[in-house]
């Protein structure tokens, strides 16, 4: 805690100097020049003259609503059914939804640029088709549905301008690392559950070839990444090389045999047989040649000050993709004020709590299990009972407590949420790392559980008066924004700690998890700062 209070002093001290040094940023050439953000003058508004407020004048059409729905359900199975993993990640039993399985390709999807353009193209049919449905005709209750949609397919439909601009291969969270949690994650219900996982695991080779071609691809557009990015994606492809006989994925895919009563005990040791060898050859093999791939093109690595000497055409691309995975439409600037406002307000509310609570972090002295009742069921059911009063009650669900297993230990968070399919919405997963000493773990189980993550799933996914699309399609800034949100309504509404003390926590957490991280994250992608200029 002590930390804490140095790094808050050592902000509170800055923070006369930002606001002279925030107005610079570094050109490709290592100058600076001002960041110019006008402030908005505000007049005392004059009094309205009353309008009368107009009658909407339509009549809904049954057609019309018929025809969003087919749209709407049309969409879905195209977008569930475009390759395995997103099969299995969206679907439980394809029969709801009038699908055949054996249509399905039991791939890991595509990596190519054909395939994006084609992605887009059939977005844009879906989109005419769409376009063709008059909203003011829909009843009121569904023209938000048809909103949704539209925005959802005009994001899909338009063609990929930045093809080789997106970097896949990410220290921390790239794909190199998500592809193995995405098995370890991989529910195996039944046999076919099993044989759709084997077949996955089969198209390790040509998946990250295609990866391996659009890094090559990169690299020849002069667009590859840094040799301290190369090499921290080398350690991880090692990393797993390395484990060609102790992956993870051996004990997560056995555990899984071992729960399925169906299967006799040679059909159980057959499939272990079958997992085991695709581990040893074709997922071993595939990053042998991911990695062999990276190394060979080490000399068209750039250097820093290149990397972050942008034109006009990479400022657009971040843009755009900060405001796809915002949800918003806000422009770089616009988003760096709100940040930098949130930034301050969070700084100024930490350090009003540690001003009028001298003694504040003694009060962790009187937490043997940090904010927690050391039980997590009981800490969940508490949270539960926190927002009861607050927020609408949830239909009837399941959740089961799961302990990130041993080998995932080291690169899992204290919690996670495992987002269920469409029509599996009751059963809720959420997973424990008995392995870290998380402080505020009713923080976190409030980001994951209620009434975070899990409870914006199961409330949306079992409105069916609302479009199919809508209640499936990841918005990521609504779900992180909503769960962050859910820390602070418990931070304001909980009774059984120190309220100053838990609030504190969580502006800390956001000043250096979220906000901190985000201003950065502009400054350097979209601004090019230096190192020494940061």
Known sequence: MKRNQRLLAMLFALVLLFSSLWGCKTSGSGNTQPITIDAVETQQPASPTETPVPTPDFK??????????????????????RDGYA???????PTKFSIDPATVNMTLGEFTEEDSKLYATEAGEFLAQFQLINREELPVERQFSYDVLQHILTDMAEQPEYEYYYEPLTEYSGLQANLPLSFALFELKNTTDIEDYLKLLADMPRYLGQVLAYEQK?????????????????EDCQTIIDSRDTSFLYATFNDAIDQLSTLTPDQAQTYKDRNASLLQ????????????????????????????????????????????????????????????????????????IQDQNPNLFSESDKLPN????GNTQQDLDYLKSVIAPILPALPNHNLTLTDVPEELQDMFSPAAYVIPSLDDWKENVIYIN???KDPTLLLTLAHE??????????????????????RVYNFGGYAEGWAQFAEFLITQYQTKYNQDYLRYQFDFGMLFNAILPAMISIMVNYYGYSQEAL
Not at 87 to 93: A, T, V
Not at 222 to 233: G, R, S, Y
Not at 311 to 339: I, P, W
């Open 370 to 373: 940090g904010v927690s009742s």
């Open 449 to 470: 559980g209620y009434p975070g993550h899990l409870y914006q799933y199961v409330y949306q996914r079992s409105l069916e008066d609302v479009g199919v699309m809508q």
């Open 60 to 81: 809904v059409s049954q057609a019309a609503l018929d025809a969003l729905n087919a749209v709407d359900m049309d969409v879905f199975r195209w977008m569930a059914t």
């Open 434 to 436: 008995t392995a870290t």
């Open 281 to 352: 050859n074709e997922y071993i093999d595939s990053y042998t040649t991911l990695y062999d791939g990276l190394k060979a093109l080490r000399k068209s690595c750039r250097s820093y000050e290149e990397v972050a000497t942008y034109n006009e055409t990479q400022r657009s691309f971040y843009e755009e993709s900060m405001q796809s995975k915002a949800g918003n439409d806000l422009s770089v600037e616009e988003t760096l004020e709100m940040l930098k406002n949130e930034f301050f307000y969070l700084l100024y509310d930490a350090l009003s």
């Open 218 to 234: 990169r690299a020849e557009l002069n667009m590859f990444m840094t040799e301290p990015a190369l090499d921290a994606i080398l």
């Open 87 to 93: 099969y299995h990640m969206y679907i439980d039993d």
